[in-house]
């Protein structure tokens, strides 16, 4: 009866702290703001593709403007924008989503294991990352795409993966060596734990916030950089993403044609959704850093004083 009122009253002192977490979450705007926009996008990547016609339908009514029978007008050749923006908002979204998760496994790896394995493991581990690091990640990118003539989104995101995972890793790498050392981990090493559940119970939990944050910053690279890279010509070819149809409307002269419609859509797309992933990751960024959140809060209290106010604040200070 006792242990049961011991962990009844645990849980009881638990639940409060939760909350209270939920509630602060709640209550970030930028944070909500960030999943409203992004989840919008992604509802319309998934769920769009099934509502419009083929995007690579062509007829000849080119360069229409928007109208009812076509809300976001239509190409040179008569294909449906928003058709071609439902298909191209998934493509894109395909692309982060894959890097996300290569980037996720590659700098764990080589970032959190090697980092706790210490030793030549982590000297090794640590000079392979080095060397990626240094390696200019955009004119690698240009230069295997451009020796591979038929790339779809798998190549494309591999390479944008393989170029995009060191600088996380070393993030990792250093905040690993700090968890390394806890005394929790040094209780667990002394009770006998296998390596294994240390790594998977004491130190991975505690790098779930900043592996989420870098997860965020690789896709918002691969978006950009798939983006990039098809203006260029050099994206996956055969498929629709917002990085290709900009491709498309510049090769067929839209801006100087006048139709707006055809660029600006996946334009517009491309900065609300890094928007709405940087807003994500400023929050995610407050959350693992309270004194960010901290001096987040005194400037939004600065911006609200008067100026005889800060001055005060200033000589208090001094």
């Not at 509502?51 to 009514?61: H, K």
């Not at 928007?66 to 998934?90: I, K, M």
């Not at 998977?200 to 965020?216: D, F, G, H, K, Y």
Request: no cysteine.
């Amino acid at each position: 009866m006792t242990m049961t009122t011991e962990r009844s009253g645990t849980t009881s002192r638990q639940n409060p702290k939760s909350t209270i977490k939920v509630r602060r979450l709640a209550r970030n705007k930028k944070l909500l703001a960030g999943l409203i926009i992004g989840g919008a996008i992604v509802l319309f990547g998934v769920f769009g593709p099934l509502l419009t016609q083929d995007p690579a339908l062509v007829n000849d009514i080119g360069l229409t403007p928007p109208s009812a029978d076509h809300w976001l007008g239509t190409t040179q050749t008569g294909q449906d924008v928003l058709a071609q923006l439902a298909y191209g908002t998934r493509g894109s979204l395909a692309v982060g989503a894959i890097v996300g998760v290569l980037t996720l496994i590659l700098s764990t790896f080589f970032g959190v294991v090697g980092a706790y394995a210490g030793g030549w493991f982590d000297e090794m581990f640590s000079l392979f990352t080095n060397v990626m690091l240094v390696i200019p990640g955009l004119p690698l990118v240009i230069v295997i795409s451009s020796y591979v003539p038929d790339k779809n989104i798998w190549l494309v995101s591999i390479v944008l993966a393989i170029t995009s995972w060191a600088g996380s890793a070393r993030v990792l790498r250093g905040y690993t060596l700090s968890l390394r050392d806890r005394d929790y981990v040094l209780a667990a090493r002394v009770a006998g734990e296998k390596r294994r559940r240390i790594l998977a119970v004491e130190i991975l939990p505690n790098l779930i916030p900043l592996l989420a944050s870098q997860v965020v910053f690789a896709v918002i690279f691969a978006i950009l950089g798939e983006a990039g890279l098809s203006y260029l010509g050099l994206g996956a070819s055969g498929s629709f993403t917002w990085g290709t149809m900009l491709y498309y409307a510049q090769n067929g002269l839209a801006l100087r044609l006048g139709a707006w419609w055809w660029f600006v859509p996946p334009g517009l797309m491309l900065a609300l959704f890094g928007a709405a992933l940087s807003l994500i990751n400023f929050s995610i960024d407050e959350i693992i850093n309270p004194k960010l959140r901290n001096q987040t809060r005194a400037a939004r209290k600065g911006w609200r004083m008067s100026r005889e106010q800060l001055s005060k604040a200033k000589e208090a200070t001094l």
